[in-house]
């Protein structure tokens, strides 16, 4: 069974490399979100994304 952090984790993965372009596998889930350029706009898109 998938852990609810797992899930997110995923869907955050997914939405950096949708969004700028980058192959899944290359998304850190050790990296600051600002090392990709996400930003409060970002942030705010993922959500309505999600929503």
Do not use: P, T
């Not at 869907?11 to 290359?26: G, Q, Y």
């Amino acid at each position: 069974m998938v852990s609810i952090k797992e899930e997110i984790v995923v869907h955050l993965k997914r939405f950096i490399a949708e969004s700028f372009e980058v192959e899944l596998d290359n998304v850190d889930e050790e990296s600051d979100f600002y090392e990709f350029g996400i930003d409060s706009i970002s942030i705010l898109q993922l959500k309505h994304r999600c929503c």
